[in-house]
């Protein structure tokens, strides 16, 4: 029981998608106007990790392994569209003017692919569904984070509620594309921060994930500066 | 040998077929499901828009239509009597893809109101043109909300013109009688000249709109 809970956990803090994997930034700047965007979007996207997660854990045994992520691409895409049809036509009309412009962009996240890809394949189907419901709701959690940061700063709101009553106008940067960056951009830059001084105050050194090509930057400096 | 480590380029290329055929009988099985119920609920949406421009009418206005110059124009009536007509119409002239706009006209041409039904302008700007929304706030939360159409500056300066009434169609800024959003300018510019057209359209082709949408065997369209 203990493995599955780590399986959700995971996905919300150590490996959030947008803040640790980077995945997915493309919806992430694009749709976080506003809070109940980010929900929306979130929402949308863990249904589909779910089913894709599980059924991509079924098939992984006997799909061979050269064609493995057309053959995945083409189950998250009937998986998208099956949701899309369903919410469509039964979907309270609310819920699907709410959700239903996020549901065909969940093809192309990346996060689905990246956790068919790197965990489904290679694990059982309990665990994958685990998997694709803490990806999930770390995703839901950060893009609704960052849509209430976003909404609160351009128009002062919180889920379409005024708090800031005083200027009408809105402050338009944070929720255009450019805010976007700067906001996810100071967020990234806090959370490597408390990373480092969690790892440099545990006496080891941080080490930064191997993809990343540190030659040229001295920002972490290994913890010299202790 | 195993299937998994199969690496014959015809074995690959029929297990991909497969899976695609698979999904497309998947998808067309869904769809075929779900279309009838998708047609419903596409139509009771458009008769919950219908009902905020025109008052009062107990028919299906979206099964009696009648197609004149690009302007789709919707019967609505109320014991078999005409009390509204709604024109559905489209432009490109926005500034990011198609505007479409329902228009709900008394019959004797006057505009009741404006709903803008399907845009992509930009948030904060020209949003704000086409998006009718009761502003929220703290401190009327707990109100509940109020009844009838939210107001929209861009929008409700329609109401009541007619295109018979000499109306210059266009944004004061090109010389017309209609005020237009600062930062919105484009956004203003076609959601002007899409209701003007339907209003002219409306205006030139009355006699005929009302003989087919009011006669006693309406065109029945599904």
């Not at chain 1, 956790?115 to 803490?134: M, T, V, W």
């Not at chain 2, 500034?95 to 009741?112: M, N, Q, S």
């Not at chain 2, 899409?194 to 309406?218: D, S, Y």
Request: proline share 5%; net charge positive; glycine share 10%.
């Amino acid at each position: 029981m203990n493995k599955y809970f780590g399986d959700v956990v995971r996905g919300i803090w150590k490996e959030n998608p947008v803040l640790v994997l980077l995945l997915g930034t493309c919806p992430t700047l694009a749709l976080t106007t506003s809070a109940s965007n980010g929900v929306g979007m979130g929402m949308a996207t863990t249904f589909v990790l779910v089913g894709s997660n599980l059924v991509v854990s079924l098939i992984a045994g006997i799909v061979p392994k050269k064609i493995r992520i057309p053959v995945y691409i083409v189950v998250i895409a009937t998986f998208v569209t099956v949701v899309d049809m369903l919410m469509k036509a039964y979907a309270p009309p609310a819920l699907y003017a709410a959700l239903g412009i996020f549901i065909p962009l969940i093809v192309v996240n990346c996060i689905v692919l990246g956790r068919a890809e790197a965990f489904a394949s290679k694990n059982g189907p309990l665990r994958s569904i685990c998997d694709g419901l803490g990806m999930g709701l770390g995703f839901t959690l950060t893009l609704t984070m960052l849509g209430m940061l976003r909404e609160f700063l351009s128009s002062g709101a919180v889920f379409g509620v005024k708090v800031i009553t005083v200027w009408e106008t809105d402050f338009l940067l944070p929720a255009a594309a450019p805010g976007a960056f700067i906001i996810v951009g100071v967020i990234l830059g806090v959370r490597n921060h408390l990373r480092r001084r969690a790892a440099i105050r545990a006496g080891k050194l941080y080490v930064p994930p191997s993809e990343i090509d540190c030659g040229n930057c001295h920002i972490c400096a290994n913890g010299k500066d202790k | 040998m195993k299937l998994r480590d199969c690496e014959n380029f015809w074995v690959l290329g029929a297990f991909l077929g497969a899976v695609g055929l698979l999904s497309a009988l998947v998808l067309a099985l869904v769809s075929a499901l779900t279309a009838p119920a998708i047609a419903r609920a596409d139509q009771r949406a458009k008769s919950a828009a219908l009902r905020q421009l025109i008052p009062d009418f107990d028919n299906d206005p979206a099964r009696e239509t009648l197609r004149i110059d690009g302007v789709t124009f919707m019967a609505a009536r109320r014991g078999g009597k005409l009390v509204g007509v709604a024109a559905e119409a489209e432009t490109n002239s926005g500034y990011a893809g198609t505007i479409r706009e329902l228009v709900g006209f008394a019959p004797d041409g006057r505009i009741l109101a404006v709903l803008v039904t399907d845009e992509k302008e930009t948030p904060g700007l020209g949003k704000n043109v086409c998006e009718r929304k009761f502003k929220k706030t703290i401190f009327n939360f707990f109100r509940p909300a109020p009844r009838g159409l939210p107001p929209n500056p861009v929008l409700d300066q329609f109401t009541g013109r007619r295109a018979g009434d000499r109306v210059d169609w266009r944004v004061r800024k090109d010389g017309g009688d209609f005020e237009y959003r600062t930062g919105a300018t484009v956004t203003s510019r076609a959601v002007t000249e899409l209701t003007g057209r339907a209003a002219k359209v409306f205006a030139a082709h009355r006699a005929r709109i009302m003989a087919e949408l009011n006669g006693a065997k309406p065109e029945v369209k599904r």
